[in-house]
């Protein structure tokens, strides 16, 4: 009996069992929750989360954390909107409009996530604190660049990326499969987890753990500026303030999932069912209409409860 | 004879692994007892028990006349039954008397504390423990040896009659080491009962009373000290007769150089650092704690700057810093501090063997990791170092006994195959049985052509495995020997720093 | 000698930084140093700087408190609602200063005893007591009285009633950290769990009393913000946890226990921020640049802190040999 509570609570696939529970225990009260239409519906939700929340995984399994990745949500959607919308943008009407555009919004996700990585790896600082600062700094410069204006009139090439739910789909399957190869096959993967258990030793080891650590926050900032490619399709509008509200879903939904916040634990699949888990409460606490009040409490609780079952967990392993 | 602790028919198992077996015996009172066993052989659980932290699973213990039923830390102090750890429990961020009185800090009428009457009563115990220090200094700024009083002087200050050190010389001097002695010297006129434990034979037989040996969960032998010899102890420990502990060398060492150290100077750190290794060697470096040698490890492994001075690895000179590089040329380095610095201790045992090499066993150029050659590598490092067979491949590091622990870091360096190898106390916290086995791998290794270069504090170690030995004092090497001119004394001598030689 | 200047400097650092950005403001805009403009300052920060205080005993014992906002939010709109309904004052406050220790006290156990990370419960207490001053107020902001605002210019003895509760809580907390059993052993806990757990120590009431501090700490700051605010909107709160993590570690509190204090530490970091803000505004500075300046700022004092623990650390080293043995 113990041995099969061991397993069903030590398994990859716990959250994902947890998440189908929770479906059938709220199906029957919950009109519509169980169709194809709302299924989409939370497939939508879901995706650019997951994008953000697999970058923070990465930065989590080095023993990190990133505050700053809504603020990279923000800064991305207003610069990317800034360039290619039609009809104050620098590439206004261009043809390449859209591809640069996107460029350009990774490319900043990648200087702010090079900038943390900097002052982490390489001037030590904690990465709580330098990524809380980015997280005001960025976002005030956000609002700073439009004075708080949303920008309009995307290109329609650009807005498909994140409007289109199939395709969403489809970039965010390319996204997360290669995530996954990397983090359990890729040497750099590998010595992220080594990074995240013990820093010393890996240094002396040989590992280049300055590099490493440098990498997973300019991935986070990739990352969560391509989840700013498909937000800003989504909502069609370039926003300073976009994703302003998502951090502790996404720090709760990773966490959920399983991965450590102390480091050398994490996984792709882990960090997809732990979004999935948290899409499908917030999903079935709109439908029933409840106010976002009972919504924020209930996902208060989903997270305490998330946390309490991984402390069931590691009270398991260690027995 | 009056008994100060009984133990009596002391039985645990954790699963269905018996740890300890009907374990009795008796500490008298006044009387200084030595525990002795290898790693794994239940000393650790027993004083758990005797702590609190642990319950037995039958049998009981009586202090004093009375039975003794631990359930927390907590009872044992009040019990009058303290423990002094390898690992210090003090907290460095405190002063001295705020440490020797955390749980119990005297106070004024109100909340205040008393601090006119803490700091007297803190001298008090300062004094009984002959350590010439104010009260509130804080812990951050003493030495190991220094903190150890302290810790000491904390065990006084709950009346404690029942002191038990679990190898509290792993980290002194032996200036702090004979310190330490003197110390329970007095206390064992004072009739305190003590129970010691250590690896080093030596000192048990010197400062204990009676000795208790433990083997596999059972008592194999007690009785006085003056009745067991050192080889008695290690072949009741061992339970086969260890008549070579050294294994013997095959081959002669090489007269090409593999690691070269030109006037190497750190200010404050090293001086004046010369020497050659040469392939095949074993090079020992001997001296004291303190005296620079792991210093000077760090600084041939590029993990610590030096200000002057060449060092070349089979002929090319390393110029720039960091491990990265000494591994590029060959070199590997396994450090004193396993725990910090040698393990990921939470990872698998696999991802620990494979952290130095894992960059070979990758195909470009995506640098995806080949992990059925990882697979048949690992299998073969495991039967190379004789890793314990009961432990899976992907277990955490940190469920390893001490030994095993040692040889699973060695084994990551050796997948790497290096040509130069340099060893930081390879053998400390690690039993007998895992000692010879990995002496065994450090002479094979040498006899295939490695330069090896080994820091001990353990003299007879150096003098068992090394074709010559370095002795350093204060940064510096003052004294070369070769084989055929060791000599326990001259070593000893040599490592003495200046002021205490006359 | 110039090593130990910049020791000295290093040691420092959050006063130096302190005077240093006091004297930029001072020479940018001649209205800065004043009286008045320092009683302000104090003024102003006061409500930050009773929540800091109640995170630096978080912070000791190297766990974190998320749900500060969150408490002041639920506290505030509960004791809004009761005075719109005409309840006393009295009634108000004592119901805010329960509510905020109450809560505290929940962190507590779920971290005490179902023995879960501080970071997560806090986070999602934060979400639950978000959402309930949400249903409290019903989203919509409530207007207090105009005679509960004179409350924060009031005077007691000549001195602005925030600062009177500003200095007692510092006065209170330093004792408490120095001078009190309490205190120390929150520095031991900080500096080893593990050990303080076997040395004895009432680790499950030590760590109760802390993050009931911190929500008795989080409800004083409602208080004093209220009567600077005047009214409770659905923003009231926000990023509070931010700010008070920010000026604790700018004083030098480690996030990672066992080393800090509030005096002279949290205060520097309070003022430091305040200073800034209202200097900003002084200087007629485009109000979208604060944020940007202020995480300027953080940024610079924890560099500081980093490099400053980083040489002291290399000088702490231990030294096998001194020059003067160099014969």
């Known amino acids: 009996m113990t041995q099969l509570l061991r397993r069903v609570l030590l398994s990859d696939y716990f959250v994902l069992g947890l998440s189908l529970l929770y479906v059938a225990a709220v199906a029957p009260f919950t009109p519509g929750f169980v169709s194809a239409e709302n299924f989409t519906n939370i497939l939508s939700a879901l995706l650019p989360l997951l994008v953000v929340a697999l970058g923070q995984t990465i930065v989590l399994i080095t023993g990190g954390i990133d505050l700053s990745v809504t603020a990279v949500i923000g800064l991305s959607s207003i610069v990317g909107a800034m360039a290619m919308n039609h009809e104050t943008g620098w590439l206004a009407q261009s043809p390449i409009a859209a591809p640069a555009g996107v460029m350009i919004m990774l490319l900043v996700g990648a200087s702010v996530g090079a900038l943390n990585g900097i002052a982490v790896a390489i001037a030590r600082m904690p990465a709580f604190m330098v990524t809380l600062a980015s997280m005001m700094g960025f976002s005030g410069l956000a609002v700073w660049l439009t004075h708080a204006k949303t920008i309009n009139a995307l290109p329609s090439g650009f807005t498909m990326l994140g409007g289109h739910t199939m395709i969403t789909l489809a970039i965010v399957l390319v996204v997360g499969i290669c995530v996954h190869v990397f983090l359990r096959r890729s040497l750099w993967g590998r010595w992220l987890y080594a990074v995240g258990h013990n820093s010393r030793a890996s240094h002396i080891s040989g590992v280049p753990v300055g590099g490493i650590t440098f990498f997973a926050y300019v991935a986070s900032g990739l990352l969560a500026a391509m989840a700013s490619v498909l937000y800003t399709g989504q909502t069609e509008t370039g926003s300073p303030v976009l994703g302003q509200n998502i951090l502790l879903d996404v720090i709760g939904a990773t966490v959920i999932g399983g991965t450590s916040l102390f480091g050398g634990k994490g996984k792709v699949v882990w960090t997809l069912f732990g979004v999935l888990f948290l899409k499908l409460v917030d999903n079935s606490l709109n439908l029933l209409n409840l106010s976002i009040f009972a919504i924020t409490i209930a996902k208060g609780a989903v997270i305490l409860l998330a946390a309490y079952l991984d402390s069931l967990r590691n009270r398991f392993v260690a027995a | 004879?009056?008994?100060?602790?009984?133990?009596?028919?002391?039985?645990?198992?954790?699963?269905?692994?018996?740890?300890?077996?009907?374990?009795?015996?008796?500490?008298?009172?006044?009387?200084?007892?030595?525990?002795?066993?290898?790693?794994?052989?239940?000393?650790?659980?027993?004083?758990?028990?005797?702590?609190?932290?642990?319950?037995?699973?039958?049998?009981?213990?009586?202090?004093?006349?009375?039975?003794?039923?631990?359930?927390?830390?907590?009872?044992?102090?009040?019990?009058?039954?303290?423990?002094?750890h390898q690992e210090l429990n003090l907290f460095t961020n405190l002063s001295i008397a705020e440490n020797l009185f955390v749980t119990g800090l005297p106070r004024t009428a109100g909340f205040l504390i008393n601090r006119h009457s803490l700091h007297q009563r803190a001298a008090k115990l300062l004094e009984q423990v002959g350590l010439d220090l104010r009260p509130e200094t804080k812990v951050e700024n003493l030495s190991l040896g220094e903190r150890q009083l302290v810790e000491i002087a904390r065990a006084l200050s709950f009346d404690a009659r029942l002191i038990i050190f679990d190898e509290p010389t792993t980290s002194l001097s032996v200036r702090e080491t004979e310190v330490l002695f003197s110390l329970m010297a007095r206390l064992h006129d004072r009739g305190i009962s003590m129970i010691y434990i250590s690896h080093i034979l030596e000192h048990v037989r010197r400062r204990c009373d009676d000795i208790v040996i433990l083997r596999d969960g059972q008592v194999v032998g007690e009785g006085e000290a003056i009745e067991f010899s050192t080889a008695r102890l290690v072949s009741l420990m061992v339970g086969r007769e260890m008549n070579q502990l050294y294994p013997t060398r095959k081959k002669a060492a090489a007269s090409t150089p593999a690691l070269e150290v030109e006037r190497v100077n750190e200010p404050g750190i090293v001086r004046d650092i010369s020497f050659t290794l040469h392939h095949g060697e074993v090079l020992g470096i001997a001296g004291l704690m303190g005296a620079g040698r792991s210093e000077l490890a760090r600084i041939l492994f590029g993990l610590d700057r030096y200000s002057s001075g060449e060092i070349r690895a089979n002929g090319k000179p390393l110029i720039r810093s960091g491990p990265r590089q000494r591994i590029k040329h060959g070199m590997a380095f396994l450090t004193e501090d396993r725990r910090h610095e040698g393990l990921c201790l939470d990872a698998s045992i696999a991802d620990n063997l494979m952290l130095v090499a894992l960059r070979d066993y990758t195909r470009s150029p995506l640098r995806l990791v080949q992990s059925g050659r990882c697979r048949q590598s690992i299998d073969r490092l495991r039967?190379?170092?004789?890793?314990?067979?009961?432990?899976?491949?992907?277990?955490?590091?940190?469920?390893?006994?001490?030994?095993?622990?040692?040889?699973?870091?060695?084994?990551?360096?050796?997948?790497?195959?290096?040509?130069v190898l340099i060893l930081d106390e390879p053998t400390r916290g690690v039993d007998v049985g895992a000692k010879f086995e990995l002496y065994r791998i450090i002479l094979e290794l040498a006899d295939a052509g490695t330069a090896v270069l080994v820091i001990s504090s353990e003299i007879e170690e150096l003098t068992g495995i090394c074709d010559r030995i370095l002795v350093m004092s204060q940064g510096k090497v003052h004294a070369e020997l070769n084989r055929d001119k060791f000599d326990r004394e001259r070593l000893l001598a040599a490592a003495l720093p200046r002021e205490a030689r006359t | 000698?110039?090593?130990?200047?910049?020791?000295?400097?290093?040691?420092?650092?959050?006063?130096?930084?302190?005077?240093a950005v006091a004297a930029i403001l001072?020479?940018?805009?001649?209205?800065?140093?004043?009286?008045?403009?320092?009683?302000?300052?104090?003024?102003?920060?006061?409500?930050?700087?009773?929540?800091?205080?109640?995170?630096?005993?978080?912070?000791?014992?190297?766990?974190?408190?998320?749900?500060?906002?969150?408490?002041?939010?639920?506290?505030?709109?509960?004791?809004?609602?009761?005075?719109?309904?005409?309840?006393?004052?009295?009634l108000a406050l004592l119901v805010m200063v329960g509510c905020g220790v109450f809560m505290g006290v929940i962190n507590g156990f779920l971290i005490v005893r179902a023995r879960l990370a501080p970071f997560i419960v806090t986070l999602a207490m934060l979400f639950v007591w978000r959402g309930f001053a949400l249903w409290v107020t019903e989203t919509r902001a409530m207007n207090l009285p105009d005679w509960f605002i004179q409350f924060g210019t009031a005077r007691l003895v000549g001195?602005?009633?925030?600062?009177?509760?500003?200095?007692?809580?510092?006065?209170?907390?330093?004792?408490?950290?120095?001078?009190?059993?309490?205190?120390?052993?929150?520095?031991?806990?900080?500096?080893?769990?593990?050990?303080a757990r076997k040395a004895g120590l009432p680790l499950n009431w030590l760590l109760f009393a802390v993050y009931a501090i911190s929500g008795l700490c989080a409800a004083i700051g409602g208080i004093l913000a209220l009567t600077q605010l005047g009214s409770v909107s659905p923003k009231f709160g926000e990023n509070y946890e931010f700010k008070a993590i920010a000026a604790a570690v700018l004083g030098g509190t480690s996030l990672f226990g066992g080393r800090g204090a509030v005096w002279p530490g949290t205060l520097l970091g309070v003022l430091l921020i305040q200073m800034l803000e209202s200097g900003l505004v002084m200087l007629n500075a485009d109000p979208y640049l604060y944020p940007i300046v202020t995480a300027a700022v953080i940024l610079f004092a924890v560099l500081l802190d980093t490099s400053r623990q980083a040489i002291l650390e290399q000088r702490s080293r231990r030294r096998i040999y001194h020059d003067a043995e160099r014969t």
């Open chain 2, 1 to 84: 004879m009056n008994a100060a602790l009984q133990f009596e028919g002391i039985d645990k198992s954790f699963g269905n692994v018996p740890v300890l077996r009907d374990v009795s015996f008796t500490v008298g009172a006044g009387r200084t007892l030595g525990l002795v066993g290898e790693n794994g052989a239940g000393k650790s659980t027993l004083m758990n028990i005797l702590g609190g932290n642990l319950r037995s699973d039958a049998g009981k213990m009586v202090l004093e006349d009375r039975p003794y039923e631990p359930a927390h830390p907590k009872d044992a102090s009040r019990a009058g039954v303290a423990f002094i």
């Open chain 3, 1 to 19: 000698m110039r090593r130990r200047a910049l020791y000295f400097a290093l040691r420092q650092a959050p006063a130096l930084l302190f005077v």
């Open chain 3, 26 to 90: 001072s020479i940018l805009s001649p209205k800065f140093f004043s009286l008045s403009n320092a009683l302000n300052l104090v003024v102003q920060s006061a409500p930050i700087a009773v929540v800091a205080v109640g995170m630096t005993f978080v912070l000791l014992t190297a766990g974190v408190d998320l749900s500060v906002g969150a408490i002041m939010f639920a506290g505030g709109a509960l004791a809004a609602k009761l005075l719109l309904a005409g309840h006393s004052v009295a």
């Open chain 3, 159 to 195: 001195v602005p009633v925030p600062v009177v509760v500003f200095a007692s809580v510092f006065f209170l907390a330093h004792m408490a950290l120095t001078r009190t059993p309490f205190g120390r052993q929150l520095y031991a806990i900080g500096n080893n769990v593990e050990n």
């Open chain 2, 383 to 419: 039967e190379e170092v004789l890793l314990s067979p009961r432990a899976h491949d992907k277990q955490p590091a940190k469920t390893l006994s001490g030994g095993n622990q040692q040889k699973v870091v060695l084994a990551k360096w050796l997948l790497a195959r290096p040509s």
